[in-house]
């Protein structure tokens, strides 16, 4: 077992204990919810595990490698940016195509680009919420405002990792 896992295990034991002496129901409306979104996100879990089974074997490691991969550079770290910010889906489709996409060949400064696009840029919610939300005039201002974050953080990622070097 990772370190990780027995954080999180720690985690839940302690709030689990702190629910289940105060004496309100607070212990059993917790675990309540928790079996509630279980089985609401089970579904969703095995479906994005899936796609990334399937994404893993049709996507050309080659392919990733050249566009995406160290040597990519520059090109690897726009093209990371213009894919994040046009995959659509929350974080259970897009950790584990990013997840793919490192285990193929992708390199980290291009991956930190991708899913800064993808936080900042996510196409599918400017279309569902900002847009009729805010309206047209405050989703340009803001697009425009935040379009060169992603390229910049897969250049602060490519400085901090050493991943390549930018001849300027």
């Known amino acids: ?7 999180i295990w720690s985690i839940t034991f302690l709030m689990g204990m702190i629910a289940y002496f105060r ?3 607070s212990c059993r409306n917790g675990l309540s919810l928790a079996w509630k979104q279980t089985r609401a996100t089970t579904p969703k ?8 089974g399937f994404f893993s074997q049709i996507i ?20 990371g940016s213009l894919l994040g910010g046009l995959t659509p889906g929350g974080p259970i489709i897009c950790f584990p195509v990013v997840y793919i ?6 390199a ?3 991956l930190i680009s991708f899913l800064t696009a993808w936080s900042v840029f996510a196409f599918h919610r400017v279309l569902a919420y900002e ?20 390229p910049l953080a897969g250049l602060m990622a490519a400085a901090i990792t050493g991943a390549f070097h930018i001849e300027i």
């Not at 996409?101 to 992708?106: D, E, S, V, W």
């Open 1 to 7: 077992m990772d370190y990780v896992t027995v954080i």
């Open 23 to 25: 004496h309100d129901q």
């Open 45 to 52: 879990m095995i479906l994005a595990f899936l796609v990334s």
């Open 60 to 79: 050309p490691t080659e392919l990733v490698a050249q566009w995406l991969g160290k040597d990519a550079g520059l090109t690897g770290i726009a093209i």
């Open 101 to 106: 996409l490192f285990k193929t060949g992708a």
């Open 108 to 110: 980290v400064p291009a």
């Open 131 to 150: 847009l009729p939300l805010m309206g047209i005039r405050f989703v340009r201002i803001r697009l425009l405002a935040c379009l060169i974050l992603p």
